[in-house]
């Protein structure tokens, strides 16, 4: 399985950024997906999970209200729309795939199964 994001970049504080992550998957459809980011210096961290059907969906209180996910399973594709961006969400973003169908086991802490490369969102103030 190959996860490839794109849509990282530079934006000023308060500003938007996009997010893309393409799956190879052919049953990507029967799995959950998540966000993840990874600070200079910190652990990564869980930003954002969704469903395998885009039910249900969850964040990190740090992103709430912010960040939105979703998915468009006829494309294996899943989105990161960030909003009202600040200095502190700069970090090293991953699309991750759970390994069941619940997007709230990423949530909790289970390791996602596959990881993909990275992209990068600067935020400057």
């Known amino acids: 399985v190959q996860l490839v994001e794109s849509g990282g970049g530079l934006v000023q504080a308060g500003g938007s950024l996009g997010l893309s992550c393409a799956s190879s998957?052919?049953?990507?459809?029967?799995?959950?997906m998540g966000w993840f980011r990874q600070a200079p210096g910190k652990e990564r961290e869980f930003v954002a999970s969704i469903s395998w059907n885009g039910g249900r969906t969850y964040y990190a209180d740090s992103v709430k209200g912010r960040f939105t996910i979703s998915r468009l399973n006829a494309k294996n594709m899943v989105y990161l729309q960030m909003n009202s961006l600040k200095p502190e969400d700069t970090a090293v973003y991953y699309c991750a795939r759970g390994s069941g169908a619940a997007g709230s086991a990423l949530a909790v802490g289970r390791p996602p199964q596959y990881w993909g490369q990275g992209t990068q969102v600067t935020v400057s103030s």
């Open positions: 998957e052919g049953s990507f459809s029967n799995y959950a």
